[in-house]
């Protein structure tokens, strides 16, 4: 295998599937300018990100992130709770994040704009399953290029969690906020994971093997809860929040 040389496979070999030439490109070794001005900039790209967002963002008052599939259609059983637990969220005072694209993303900004409340969409540039849904208020419709940034917003600027089904992208999303709440690096904030037969068999591998092998603590387990209904998701937000006696309204 060869792995020297400057040349862009892209441009050498058009016939090179995306796949082939970032691999192709991951080995070659770039010219000084390549770096300065592609590697260098990224930077700057990366910053302009995060201040554009936290500028945006800085004002929303109390929120909740609403994580799932953006594969699930309209008549799916699990886009119809997400829009009702949005409507019932929005109406306790808090506002709704989303990715902003379709799916379970729609279905939580069409529930918050259903209830006249803040909807919210952090949507990201993917090649085939993302754009925008129609129910994001537009002055806090966003887009990100890289999606470190954007995970980073989502947990920043919540303050609870519903995790419907979804994928690696959701299942990325809901360790994230799991490991800066276990590792205190956030608040103790509330995630609801909607869904006991779709989540069982991963909740079942916490215990049987992480906890079981020592990778995490018994109380680890206590991080999340799970739920079937809209009522009970809402339930256990607001009976987090009037425990602590805080007013969440905007």
């Known amino acids: 295998m060869e792995i020297e040389g400057t040349r862009d496979e892209s441009l050498v070999n058009p016939e090179l599937d995306i796949n082939e030439t970032k691999l192709h490109n991951s080995f070659r070794q770039k010219t000084w300018d390549e770096t300065i001005t592609k590697d260098s900039w990224m930077v700057f790209k990366v910053m302009a990100e995060f201040v554009d967002g936290y500028e945006k963002l800085a004002k929303i008052g109390p929120c909740v992130s609403i994580f799932g ?51 919210i969409g952090l949507n990201i540039d993917l090649p085939f399953e993302q754009h925008f849904n129609p ?93 079937d209904t809209a009522d009970e998701a809402v339930a256990h937000i607001k009976a987090f929040y009037d425990k602590y006696s805080v007013n969440v309204n905007f």
């Not at 309209?74 to 969220?89: F, L, N």
């Not at 929005?90 to 729609?106: A, R, S």
């Not at 419907?164 to 956030?186: C, R, S, V, W």
């Open 135 to 227: 129910y994001i208020n537009k002055s806090y419709s966003m887009n990100f290029d890289y999606f470190f940034v954007r995970k980073v917003m989502f947990v920043k600027y919540s303050q609870g969690f519903v995790v419907m089904p979804g994928g690696f992208g959701t299942l990325d999303e809901l360790t994230e906020a799991m490991t800066l709440i276990q590792t205190n690096k956030i608040g103790k904030f509330p995630i609801v994971l909607v869904g006991s037969e779709f989540w069982g068999g991963l909740l079942e591998w916490f215990k049987a093997t992480l906890l079981k092998e020592g990778m995490i603590a018994e109380d680890d387990l206590d991080l999340y809860r799970v739920v």
């Open 69 to 119: 599939s953006a594969r699930l259609k309209p008549e799916s059983q699990y886009y119809k709770m997400a829009v009702e637990i949005a409507e019932k969220i929005t109406k306790l005072g808090f506002g709704i994040i989303t990715g902003g694209g379709p799916g379970i993303m729609e279905a939580g900004n069409k529930g918050a704009f259903n209830a006249k409340g803040k909807s």
